[in-house]
């Protein structure tokens, strides 16, 4: 219990001290309201994003301080996984103008369902890949499942709940 209080105890502080160098949260109510959420209800979340930024840092990405100054949400230059904006928490790995609105959608349902949000998120991503329910609506033409990177990409991804939720505000997702 002690070791868990203490990594916790420095993943929050590691969190404060960006949250703080980067002015994260907007003044007024709201701001305080989303700080507190993502210190309370997200807390999980917070601390999962606190972990995804410090690997992101030792990585050599950076911080994007106009980007998350006000924003609620801590934007990194560069994504970390290959081709995609990641976000975890109130981090958003991967910064640009035909993605944040999608990425803004993660970062609220972080805040919403909270200690929830990522089990329920690893849970559909397991039915999604076991039980491809999708197939049923998928829409094979524009993005069609030729090989085990496709079903992943252009099936079990696109088509988990939370990114299609994200891809009904942004738009239908890329196909590569």
């Known amino acids: 219990m002690v070791v868990v209080l203490v990594v916790g105890g420095l993943l929050g502080a590691f ?6 160098r980067t002015r994260l949260y907007p003044r007024g109510a709201r701001g305080v309201a989303l700080a507190v959420v993502d210190a ?5 979340n917070t601390l999962a994003g606190a972990v995804f930024l410090a690997y992101a840092l030792a ?3 950076r911080v994007d301080a106009a980007f998350s ?6 934007g990194l230059r560069h994504g970390v996984i290959k081709g995609f904006a990641t976000t975890i928490g109130p981090v958003q790995a991967g910064i640009s103008p035909g993605v944040d609105d999608h990425e803004a959608v993660h970062v609220l349902q972080a805040r919403l369902f909270g200690p929830l949000y990522l ?5 559909n ?15 094979r033409a524009s993005a069609p499942i030729n090989g085990v990177k496709a079903y992943f990409r252009h099936g079990v991804y696109p088509h988990c709940w939370h990114e299609e939720w994200a891809y009904r505000r942004q738009g239908t997702p890329p196909v590569d």
């Open 15 to 20: 969190h404060g001290a960006w949250a703080w």
């Open 40 to 44: 309370t209800w997200s807390l999980p």
């Open 59 to 61: 990585r050599g990405n």
């Open 69 to 74: 100054r006000h924003r609620g949400t801590l």
């Open 119 to 123: 089990p329920l998120v690893v849970v």
């Open 125 to 139: 991503w397991v039915v999604a890949t076991v039980l491809p329910y999708w197939l049923l609506y998928h829409d």
